[in-house]
T-cell receptor, first 116, second 113 residues
C-alpha cells in the first residue's frame, strides 16, 4: 500500500537555526498538509497546500514557517529560525481530493524535531 | 467544527470486542463523523467515516445514532496491534477547512493479552 514518507525521522538543531523537514506524499495525491504534536499534547493542524499555494493555515503557522513543493514528489516544511517551543513531532499528510470530498488524509510517521 | 467528547481510556481483553463511544451533540447536518487512530510513535491513521447509516470496513464498524448526536466505533476482535489512541472527528466537507482535522485528546485503548 502506498505511504507517505518523511525524512529525517529525528532532527536535532540549535535554537535560531533553520530546519527543513521533508516529505514524499503518495504519488497521485494533490493535497498536502503539515500537522504537529508537541509531546503529550494534541495533534494540531499547521497548513494545507494545493495547486502550489497555501489553502489554509493555522495561527501557529507564522512567518517563521514556510512550505514548498520544489518538484513533483517532495513537500517541505521550513522553519526559518527555530525556537525551543518548536520542538515537536511534525507529521506530513496527503489526500487525493479536497473540498467536497471525504477523502481521508494519509499521514507519515513524522519527524521528531528537537530544538536545543 | 462541532466538538466531540470521548472517554479518556478504555481497556479490553484480546480477541474481545471494543466499543468506543463518541458524543457530538452539536453536530450539524453536513458534518461527517470520521475516526482516526494513532499507534505509538506513528502518525494518525484513517479508520472509518460515516454520515447517517452504519458503516463497515475491514478495520472496524461505525454505528451512528438515529439523531446523530453520538456514534460508536466497534473493533470486533481487539488485537494487541489495536492498542492506540482513537480520535472521533467531525468534518464538514462543504467548508474551506476540509483539510483541517480537529484532533481532540481521543480515547486511549489498552488491550490486555
Amino acid at each position: 500500500e502506498p505511504e507517505v514518507t518523511q525524512t529525517p525521522s529525528h532532527q536535532v538543531t540549535q535554537m535560531g537555526q533553520e530546519v527543513i523537514l521533508r516529505c514524499v506524499p503518495i504519488s497521485n495525491h494533490l493535497y498536502f498538509y503539515w500537522y504537529r504534536q508537541i509531546l503529550g499534547q494534541k495533534v494540531e493542524f499547521l497548513v494545507s497546500f494545493y495547486n502550489n499555494e497555501i489553502s489554509e493555515k493555522s495561527e501557529i503557522f507564522d512567518d517563521q514557517f514556510s512550505v514548498e513543493r520544489p518538484d513533483g514528489s517532495n513537500f517541505t516544511l521550513k522553519i526559518r529560525s527555530t525556537k525551543l517551543e518548536d520542538s515537536a513531532m511534525y507529521f506530513c499528510a496527503s489526500s487525493d481530493s479536497g473540498l467536497g470530498s471525504n477523502s481521508p488524509l494519509h499521514f507519515g510517521n513524522g519527524t521528531r524535531l528537537t530544538v536545543t | 467544527d462541532a466538538k466531540t467528547t470521548q472517554p479518556n481510556s478504555m481497556e479490553s481483553n484480546e480477541e474481545e470486542p471494543v466499543h468506543l463511544p463518541c458524543n457530538h451533540s452539536t453536530i450539524s447536518g453536513t458534518d461527517y463523523i470520521h475516526w482516526y487512530r494513532q499507534l505509538p510513535s506513528q502518525g494518525p491513521e484513517y479508520v472509518i467515516h460515516g454520515l447517517t447509516s452504519n458503516v463497515n470496513n475491514r478495520m472496524a464498524s461505525l454505528a451512528i445514532a438515529e439523531d446523530r448526536k453520538s456514534s460508536t466505533l466497534i473493533l470486533h476482535r481487539a488485537t494487541l496491534r489495536d492498542a492506540a489512541v482513537y480520535y472521533c472527528i467531525l468534518r464538514d466537507r462543504r467548508t474551506d477547512s476540509w483539510g483541517k482535522l480537529q484532533f481532540g485528546a481521543g480515547t486511549q485503548v489498552v488491550v490486555t493479552p
